[in-house]
Nanobody, 122 residues
Framework: QVQLVESGGGLVQPGGSLRLSCAASGSIFRINRMAWYCQAPGKQRELVASVTSGSRPIYADSVKGRFTISRDNTKNTVYLQMNNLKPEDTAVYYC????????????????WGQGTQVTVSS
């Protein structure tokens, strides 16, 4: 199976920056898609940004121009650089990955991290 471990969350003032990291480990043959979702209290989990092999990154309208997703395939790691943070960015951020597993053929499995809290407040 695959484990996703996130890091980099915390408390930051409005206008500040944070960088989230998510490292995948386990019986990985290849990771196709890596993404970040967020979930604020009382709201549904929603896509922040995603990057799929061979495709351009996709961003939620609310973060375009402020957040940048990137991945290091040699480390099976995805990053989310968050700049000019706003109070409305406060949420738990979850890493998501679609991966092909060694010995399980051409089936893409979906995995989630445990989440990391991002709080934007003065």
């Amino acid at each position: 199976q695959v484990q996703l471990v996130e890091s980099g969350g915390g408390l930051v003032q409005p206008g500040g920056s944070l960088r989230l990291s998510c490292a995948a480990s386990g019986s990985i043959f290849r990771i196709n898609r890596m993404a970040w979702y967020c979930q604020a209290p009382g709201k549904q989990r929603e896509l922040v940004a995603s990057v799929t092999s061979g495709s351009r990154p996709i961003y939620a309208d609310s973060v375009k121009g402020r957040f940048t997703i990137s991945r290091d395939n040699t480390k099976n790691t995805v990053y989310l650089q968050m700049n000019n943070l706003k109070p409305e960015d406060t949420a738990v951020y979850y890493c998501n990955a679609g991966a092909f597993i060694i010995g399980r053929g051409q089936v893409e499995y979906n995995y989630w991290g445990q989440g990391t809290q991002v709080t934007v407040s003065s």
